[in-house]
């Protein structure tokens, strides 16, 4: 018995010493805790420094704010800063190096050191050590855009994350490329809605996609609303969600471009009423146009000259406008621009009523610049059978040189 | 964001430049033990014959490892997971050859090397794997080895065996001859060995040796014998690495190799040449003298001297980048991380081809023949100017020549019954490090100066590793580099007394030690003209060590027995020349180490059942560990120093073997330890290749740390049958557990995460442990392994014969990871940036032996 006892005791005792010393803790080096009153927002950042509008430097060691990074530099179209949000609002954090960050990472940021201030309006935390502030908590977490209009973006979005559906690049800015890839300069570009609201796009010649083409058609763009000053901007993350691969707004009837050479494609007609002298397309600087004048080199000659658009169904249209560039040269009669709702279609259009249109013509004789018309209103008109045209005149003693592109009517 | 990896800025392409040293000779324990454990089993004609010869009368013999189912299952199917028994490494034990001290006294490490492949010599060896009395030396508190090299020691007869095996080599061919004693007092004994692989179990891995050993006794009369033994076994090893688990993926094959690469002859045939060689023949010289002054006393005397080569050779690179296939920088995911896709697929496209993952010695012999360079004062004569091809990649052999001398003379006598020894000891050893040029790959010169130093220092001595001879023009076999001694003295004395009182046995031992190291420079460095030539002060310990121990014997049957140990031990003048290579410069406090184990066993011995449980702690205090690793950006070695490292190792043994019915038994075997970082050290850092000091005195968190690279669970079941015939079969199943990466300690530093706030993930991601094979959708976590062995024997006439064989790995269970550790560089930002460096257990091996006797 004695020997029994002794061999359980040893084995309760092994298994005890054992059990005692297991989980330990490993040791761990000091570390500071972090405390709710160390932890700021976005919003509470903002507002401090919008109440004077002075910048100023944080001097907590421990303040932070958790945010997400809205965009990144991975695409080159921002260079060592960085777009993130909070539950409160969005900032730009402008770095002191470039840094490895993606779209999604959830970050802390050490605000230690770093100067709270705007950039031309953009609210930024300046001067973030991406090494020594910055501590990424996760990845992934990828913000959804808000869904936004252009009518309603304002400056008070600034920093913001936002979708915008039913966009398009304007007429004008088509065969354009995001920026210039060669001389890595920033570019503009023109976007509009189908209600005529437009804003512009900015990139950097550096970004990845500063040499893509435009999109010519009609849909969605994720981007950053920035600010220059007074201007808004947009910030786009990447060319993939530049989804703009659908039909242009539904109402723009009519696009006559010229491109193709030809003066009737579209169902658009030239009506010689007097004289030879007529509408015909010519190329300058690269785009093809259409051109009119009744000089023959040595003499005018009368002539009325229509350049009628085919019939347009604007009856289910909510409203309506053209749009076209032109430019003149010389003296004589200007153009007339038409609108008439009971022309048939052929024949002379002298026998239809036709009322004037108030576009903005070129007043500058001596250059050869197209100037844009301005949206013309064609609210009035919003019925079955309209046309539009455009008259021109010239006599035995003068006449101008006329020259249009890119007519654009909506509806 | 890159200078986030330089928090420390460590990397480790010459990864563990010391501790790939210790792997090297850890596999090729391993490889020796998984052979020298397998007599263990064998239950043979051979095996009768051995029990009658091993035995001892003294009662802790019951604790020998050869009768002791705990010792011979962790040597034999414990050792490919790399398991330790208690945790101890090689330096906690000691082998001897006739009762002298065999191990590198510069680093404690054991050096089977020296003989390996002597199996038949060595197989005997009397062994113990922990503390109890020892008859020839104090011995380590991890037990002792002692191989007996006497020619009279030798089975009288012809042994001729040959093995067949995929592990280190493929083939091993092995002769012993032995006189035994005979009757003109004279006995002779002799073995040959030869073990050869092309390529062994790891692609681009290679295997030459061959081995000797000669003896020669003369019994002058009953009082006095002489004898004298040679052993050596000059060896050409093509080595393994070590990798990430990115480079295993890549490559499909977690043995991927990256010292290897093909090389295109003259003649247009392509040979695998691996770059990581290890060249070593250090033969050992002993010279016995037994005197039997009378019936109970007797006096051993012994003087020993070993001598010769031994180095490894690695590529080396001037003006060029890293050729190594796994530097991080020829990684896809390296990459990755930088948000380069192209340059990730361009990676990515050179691992998928066998030449692009492996290094590629044509382009090697390519850019040294278009590098023509013109030397201005060569050799430091002022005008000489050598004009050639100017190497960029070499190959270099770092050596590191031995020469150690050793004396001892051990006096036993009994009195009643009281056995009482007092031995004396003393060994001289000489570490002689240099570099040697072991292949220009066709250039025409190598000029020794110092990369790094050549562009950051404004003095153009700097770049000189010898002063002396600026400028130096380096042809193949021409020394370079660094050129120094290290000497190492020490000098013992050992007393111990054993004795029986009633159904106590005792014993008790004494030892009391003074060593010495200094360093003597042959080069005058041009960065450290002070302190890199000539001897150095020479550092003085002097240490003690107790031991004792006790038997209990309750019925004949079972034994409860106790043993302790108290000592000092002096730091390794390894660790303590922080920077050997260059100057004279140690860590700034060397103190003694300090070490108190014990155990306590219950042990069951009858015929038909045998079972030992035992409980052991002990505690290593004040441990100096440095590492010197090779950094990139400083193109130098990097010393890590932490001083004041303590240990605690303590855990369970059970082993219980016991026969079933008729020739069918069982056995079970659990290791269940707890092998931790006891304290919190602080660490230095040191550049090699100036006097700048990277970090001083940080404080390493790394209390309750896990000590890595081993299992500290380790469970086995294994059944054997022994027939009537003379043969025998058996299988072990086998499970590891609680095996961790070995943790870097700069992550464990208030610095590593100065950035970071508890909450943030990087803080625990920085400062855990990794825990290896933790995947629970796997059977066992993969962490298993099962073995089969058998064997039969054959009288035929006066003719033996023997055939052996053991499977490992039954199962061909690939995905095992038996050990790794972190590198030392880090990302603290993103922990995964620079994984960690791990081995995975082999597949489906054998070793099968035919052995002739007669």
Redesign the interface.
């Given at each position: 018995m004695r020997k029994l006892k002794f061999q359980y005791l040893f084995l309760v005792g092994a298994v005890a010493a054992l059990a005692w010393s297991c989980n330990k803790e490993l040791d761990q080096p000091p570390v500071s805790q972090l405390h709710d009153s160390d932890v700021t927002t976005i919003d509470s950042l903002r507002s401090q420094y919008y109440s004077t509008t002075t910048p100023f430097i944080i001097e907590d060691s421990l303040l932070s704010i958790y945010v997400t990074v809205t965009m990144d530099e991975v695409e080159g179209n921002i260079y060592k800063n960085l777009y993130v949000q909070d539950a409160t609002g969005p900032a730009n954090i402008r770095l002191t190096s470039s840094s490895d960050y993606k779209v999604g990472d959830s970050l802390r940021i050490s605000l230690f050191g770093v100067e709270i201030s705007d950039y031309n309006g953009v609210f930024q935390i300046n001067n973030v050590d991406p090494d020594k502030n910055i501590v990424k908590q996760a990845s992934g977490k990828e913000i959804l855009p808000t869904p936004m209009s252009f009518a309603h973006i304002s400056a008070a979005d600034e920093g913001k994350l936002i979708i915008i559906e039913n966009v398009q690049f304007t007429y004008d800015q088509l065969g354009n490329t995001y920026a210039d890839a060669i001389t890595q300069s920033s570019e503009n570009r023109y976007l509009e809605d189908c209600e005529g609201n437009s804003l512009y796009i900015r990139t950097s010649g550096f970004a990845d996609f500063a040499g893509t083409e435009l999109p010519s058609g009609n849909g969605s763009i994720t981007c950053i609303v920035s600010v220059f000053g007074s201007d808004i901007q947009l910030l786009v993350r990447s060319e993939s969600e530049v989804n703009m691969s659908g039909a242009r707004c539904p109402g723009q009837l009519v696009v006559k471009d010229f491109e193709d050479n030809s003066m009737t494609s579209g169902g658009w007609s030239v009506v010689q009423v007097t004289g030879t002298d007529t509408w015909e397309t010519g190329s300058f600087g690269g785009s093809v146009l259409t051109v009119i004048s009744n000089y023959d080199g040595s003499t005018n000659n009368a002539c009325e000259s229509w350049l009628i658009s085919p019939s347009l169904d604007l009856s289910n249209s909510t409203g309506s406008t053209l749009s076209f560039m032109n430019t003149q040269r010389y003296g004589g009669d200007d153009l007339e621009v038409l609108i008439s709702t009971d022309y048939t279609g052929t024949g002379d259009p002298n026998g239809a009523t036709w009322n004037a249109l108030p576009a903005t013509l070129d007043t500058d004789g001596s250059s050869w610049d197209l100037v844009p018309s301005g949206l013309v209103d064609l609210s009035g008109y919003l019925v079955a059978n309209v046309h539009i045209a455009f008259k021109y005149t010239g006599t035995d003693s003068d006449g101008k040189t006329w020259e249009l592109d890119d007519i654009i009517i909506t509806g | 964001?890159l200078?986030?990896y330089l928090r420390l800025g460590l990397i480790a392409p010459f990864f563990f430049a010391f501790n790939s040293h210790s792997q090297v000779e850890r596999n090729e324990e391993v490889d020796d033990s998984l052979e020298t454990n397998t007599p263990v089993f064998i239950t043979s004609l051979e095996d009768l014959d051995n029990n009658n010869t091993a035995g001892s009368n003294n009662s802790s013999g019951l604790l020998q490892a050869s009768r002791d189912v705990y010792a011979a299952t962790a040597g034999f199917n414990f050792s490919a997971a790399r398991f330790r028994i208690r945790g101890y490494q090689s330096d906690m034990s000691v082998n001897m050859i006739n009762g002298m001290p065999m191990y590198d006294m510069e680093s404690g490490w054991a050096q089977w090397y020296k003989w390996g492949g002597l199996n038949d010599v060595t197989r005997y060896s009397e062994t113990k794997a922990w503390l109890s009395s020892n008859p020839y030396h104090f011995g380590g508190i991890g037990g002792y080895a002692n191989i007996d090299a006497r020619a009279s020691a030798r089975r009288e007869g012809t042994r001729i065996s040959y093995a067949l095996t995929n592990r280190a080599y493929n083939h091993r061919l092995m002769a012993s001859y032995a006189t035994g004693m005979q009757s003109n007092g004279w006995a002779f004994a002799f073995t040959v060995s030869g073990r050869y692989a092309y390529e062994g179990y790891v692609e681009g891995t290679s295997y030459e040796a061959f081995s000797y050993y000669a003896a020669a006794e003369k019994k002058v009369n009953d009082q006095h014998s002489l004898n004298f033994a040679v052993l050596g076994a000059p060896t050409t090893r093509g080595r393994a690495s070590i990798s990430i688990q990115e480079a295993y993926d890549l490559a499909g094959n977690n043995y991927y190799n990256s010292n290897w690469g093909y090389q295109t002859l003259a003649d247009g045939t392509r040979i695998k040449r691996n770059a990581r060689l290890q060249k070593s023949h250090l033969p050992v010289l002993i010279f016995n003298h037994d005197y039997k002054i009378s019936k109970d006393k007797k006096l051993s005397t012994g003087v020993s001297f070993s001598f010769g080569s031994n180095g490894k050779t690695a590529l080396n690179w001037y003006d060029a980048a890293d050729p190594r296939p796994d530097y991080y920088k020829n990684l896809p995911s390296y990459y990755y991380?930088?948000?380069d896709v192209a340059n990730a697929a361009v990676a990515e496209n050179n691992w998928a081809s066998v030449d692009g993952r492996q290094l590629n010695w044509d382009q090697f012999y390519f850019a040294n023949t278009k590098n023509t360079f013109a030397q201005e004062n060569a050799n430091g004569i002022i005008g000489n100017t050598v004009t050639g091809n100017r190497a960029k990649y070499i190959v270099e052999n770092q050596r590191n020549n031995q020469m150690v001398g050793g004396l001892n003379s051990v006096f036993s006598h009994t009195i009643g019954n009281i056995n009482l020894t007092h031995g004396i000891i003393y060994q001289l050893q000489r570490n002689h490090s240099f570099k040697t040029m072991d292949d220009l790959l066709g250039a025409d010169f190598w000029v020794d100066v110092d990369q790094f130093a050549e562009q950051d220092f404004l003095d153009p001595n700097a770049a000189q590793n010898d002063v002396d001879t600026p400028n130096k023009i380096i042809e193949n076999g021409d020394v370079f580099g660094w050129n120094y001694y290290i000497f190492n003295s020490k000098t013992e004395l050992f007393n111990q007394a054993e004795f029986s009182l009633g159904k106590f046995d005792f014993y008790g031992a004494l030892n009391l030690s003074h060593k010495a190291f200094w360093r003597e420079g042959l080069y005058r460095n041009g960065r450290f003209l002070d302190n890199s030539f000539g001897k150095s002060d020479v550092n003085l310990f002097f240490n003690y060590a107790v031991k004792a121990g006790a038997t209990y014997n309750?019925?004949g049957r079972?034994f409860?027995s106790v043993n302790g140990a108290v000592m000092t031990q002096a730091p390794f003048s390894r660790s303590a020349y922080v920077s050997a290579r260059t100057r004279d410069f140690t860590a700034p406090n060397l103190e003694n180490e300090f070490i108190y184990t014990g155990d306590?066993n219950?042990l069951i011995r009858y015929p038909k059942l045998k079972m030992r449980?035992t409980?052991y702690?002990t505690e290593r205090k004040n441990v100096l560990w440095s590492r010197s690793f090779y950094h990139d950006e400083y193109r130098s070695f990097v010393n890590y120093v932490m001083e004041g490292v303590d240990y605690l190792n303590?855990?369970?043994e059970f082993g219980i073997d016991g026969n079933i019915y008729g020739g069918l038994s069982a056995n079970a075997v659990v290791a269940?330890g707890?092998y931790?970082y006891n304290s919190?050290p602080t660490a230095s850092i040191y550049r090699d290749n100036s006097a700048e000091v990277i970090a001083r005195d940080k404080?390493i968190?790394?209390?309750?740390?896990k000590v890595g690279g081993m299992p500290q669970t380790a469970a086995s079941l294994g059944l054997k049958y022994s027939g009537k015939k003379y043969w025998f079969a058996g299988v072990n199943f086998n499970y590891f557990g609680d095996i961790y990466l070995d943790p870097n300690p700069d992550r464990?530093?208030?610095e590593?995460?100065a950035?970071?706030?508890?909450?943030?993930?990087?803080?625990q991601e920085t400062?855990?442990?990794t825990q290896l094979n933790t995947d629970q959708d796997a059977f066992l976590n993969n962490a298993y392994n099962v073995s089969l062995f058998a064997g039969k024997s054959f009288k035929i006439s006066n003719y033996f014969l023997n055939i052996n064989v053991n499977i490992n790995n039954l199962t061909n269970n690939r995905r095992f990871v038996t050990g790794g550790f972190e590198q030392l560089r880090y990302d603290s930002?993103?922990i995964n940036r620079f994984p960690p460096r791990v081995g995975y257990l082999y597949g489906l091996n054998y070793f099968v032996m035919a052995t002739l006797r007669f």
């Open positions: - | 964001m200078n986030t991380g930088i948000n309750i019925s079972q409860v306590v219950y449980l409980y702690y303590h855990g369970l269940f707890e931790i919190r404080v968190y790394l209390q309750n740390f464990r530093t208030e590593a995460v950035n970071y706030v508890e909450s943030d993930p990087q803080y400062i855990a442990q930002q993103d």
